[in-house]
């Protein structure tokens, strides 16, 4: 048996079709950049405009903040890779790429539920909401966030890298995702794929419970409004948010649960990852942006601005 700590892994990748390659890279790169510049527009849009300076839209602009970094530690080596006649990455390399993917995804399965909460308290209890969601609390639940993210990605980096792993060290997938590497765990197999797991799920089935639940108050108490214009825009303000929940956590269903079930295979798991690496970060800001009367607005008033500026 091969039992040793390798100086360097070869990602696999999506495929070894030449051309395929290329698509890829042509495709990938003007998703990436449209990712990139939509969130980082998202942010600069909700940092200028005060009637952006509530709660829902300080979590959504973390929400993207979130996005763009972690699309960044996996898209660009994903390009290099297309171009690239050798596919490897450094164990050092692979250890940071996992480490700062963990942080960003837990971090953002949190800040979904704390969107989720925002809206409940928002909906279900508005006369004391700016009581509830004040600036501190605010922060307190995005550095919660962040905290418990970094201590997170922290266990399964340790877990995974700190003893020597066996195998032949090609890494089935186009980056270093948690499930593959797991294959690589030889000693003391069982408890540290225990520890990775529980670890991971905790972390969700400490959110879903709060997202389900406050839905389910939220749907609750709009069904129960008299006013059709009340339940309309009550409804809409949650429509983006729970498009985003819906594909944040179908896609991680289909990476990290499908294996423990024993469904599907490599090949599904790396489908469902390029939505939810790829593809996700560019569509969250989409959603906020073609569903949200407010982001529409300040869309509109910065177009009213540059107009103003060119005629004057």
Request: aromatic fraction near 16%; charge should be positive; include cysteine.
């Amino acid at each position: 048996m091969n039992l040793t700590r390798p100086d360097s892994f070869v990602l696999v990748g999506l495929t070894t079709n030449p051309f395929i390659q290329r698509l890829l890279f042509v495709l990938f790169s003007l998703i990436y950049t449209c990712s990139f510049l939509s969130n980082l527009g998202l942010i600069l849009l909700i940092r200028t405009f005060h009637h952006l300076h509530t709660p829902m839209y300080f979590f959504l602009s973390h929400l993207s903040f979130v996005d763009l970094c972690y699309s960044s530690t996996i898209t660009p080596k994903v390009l290099a890779d297309f171009i690239s006649d050798t596919k490897s990455i450094s164990f050092i390399g692979c250890a940071a790429q996992m480490f700062s993917f963990a942080v960003f995804v837990i971090s953002e399965s949190f800040l979904v539920t704390a969107m989720a909460y925002d809206r409940y308290v928002a909906i279900c209890q508005p006369l004391v909401y700016h009581s509830i969601m004040t600036k501190r609390k605010c922060w307190e639940l995005v550095s919660g966030a962040y905290i418990i993210s970094f201590l997170a990605a922290i266990t399964h980096t340790i877990t995974i890298f700190s003893f020597p792993l066996c195998g032949s060290y090609h890494i089935n997938h186009y980056f270093c995702d948690i499930p593959p590497l797991l294959k690589f765990i030889c000693t003391f197999s069982y408890f540290r794929k225990l520890v990775v797991f529980v670890v991971f799920f905790a972390m969700w089935l400490a959110c879903v419970p709060i997202i389900s639940m406050s839905y389910v108050s939220i749907i609750s108490t709009v069904l129960g409004m008299s006013s059709a214009e009340g339940r309309s825009k009550a409804f809409s303000t949650c429509a983006s948010h729970l498009a985003v929940v819906t594909c944040f956590y179908g896609a991680a269903f289909g990476i990290y649960l499908q294996p423990i079930l024993g469904l599907g295979s490599d090949s599904t798991g790396k489908i469902f990852s390029i939505f939810y690496t790829v593809v996700s970060p560019l569509f969250n800001p989409l959603i906020y942006s073609f569903k949200n009367a407010e982001v529409k607005k300040g869309i509109m008033t910065l177009f009213c601005f540059d107009q103003v500026l060119q005629h004057s």
